[in-house]
Structure formats: structure tokens, C-alpha cells
Nanobody, 127 residues
Framework: QSQLVESGGGLVQPGGSLRLSCAASSGTLDYYAIGWFRQAPGKEREGVSCISSRLGSTKFADSVKGRFTISKDIAKSTVYLQMNSLKAEDTGVYYC????????????????????WGQGTQVTVSS
């Protein structure tokens, strides 16, 4: 299984920005899609965004479209989630995960499509 480590979380005011990083073990991004998920207290984990291994196709949850972007740096084996115009409802623990499927041209947001998870990073949006 791939090893994934998230970083970049923190406390930010509404309207602010954060960039999360997901550092993956070498070679992961060549074969697996990477998804970002979040979980707020008392709520189920939800898919936020993903990027495929081939073509770099991306997908976003409706709640973050137009505010979040996802990108990857193959040389650094890192996926980034740029979060702008943050809202209080964006608060939660953010996880990245590697897909079960190999060499897919697309990616999905259901959590069951992923089987290697990082430990998470806390994002708190509050004034």
C-alpha cells in the first residue's frame, strides 16, 4: 500500500486560504488517483476532490467548486489542495487517499474507491 502524509492544515478566518499537501510514497502518483476527503465532527466522511493518475482529470464536490483547486507535482510526489474563500462549513479533518484502481483516466469521490489513507490534518475556519 502507498504511504500518504498530509500537512498544511491550521486555523484560518472565513474568506481566507490554505494549501494542503499530500506527500505520497515514490511512484504512487504514476499509478493511483489521489482523493481529498474531509470529516467534520458528527458527520460522515465526504469526498472533496480528486485527481486521476492518467491525464490528471479532476473532480470536485459541488460544495467546493469554484473555491478549491487540486494539482500534483510528480517530481515531488505530492498532491496539493488549494482552498480559497474558506467558510466555517469547510472545517474538519482533511485526509488524502490513494485509489484502489490503477492507471485510471478518471477519479471518483466515494470513499470506498480508496484504500490507502493518510492520518489527516485539521482545518478550522473560524473568526
Amino acid at each position: 500500500q502507498s504511504q500518504l502524509v498530509e500537512s498544511g492544515g491550521g486555523l484560518v478566518q472565513p474568506g481566507g486560504s490554505l494549501r494542503l499537501s499530500c506527500a505520497a510514497s515514490s511512484g504512487t502518483l504514476d499509478y493511483y488517483a489521489i482523493g481529498w476527503f474531509r470529516q467534520a465532527p458528527g458527520k460522515e466522511r465526504e469526498g472533496v476532490s480528486c485527481i486521476s493518475s492518467r491525464l490528471g482529470s479532476t473532480k470536485f464536490a459541488d460544495s467546493v467548486k469554484g473555491r478549491f483547486t487540486i494539482s500534483k507535482d510528480i517530481a515531488k510526489s505530492t498532491v496539493y489542495l488549494q482552498m480559497n474563500s474558506l467558510k466555517a462549513e469547510d472545517t474538519g479533518v482533511y485526509y488524502c487517499a490513494a485509489s484502489r484502481q490503477v492507471l485510471s483516466r478518471s477519479c471518483g469521490l466515494p470513499a470506498h474507491e480508496y484504500n490507502s489513507w493518510g492520518q489527516g490534518t485539521q482545518v478550522t475556519v473560524s473568526s
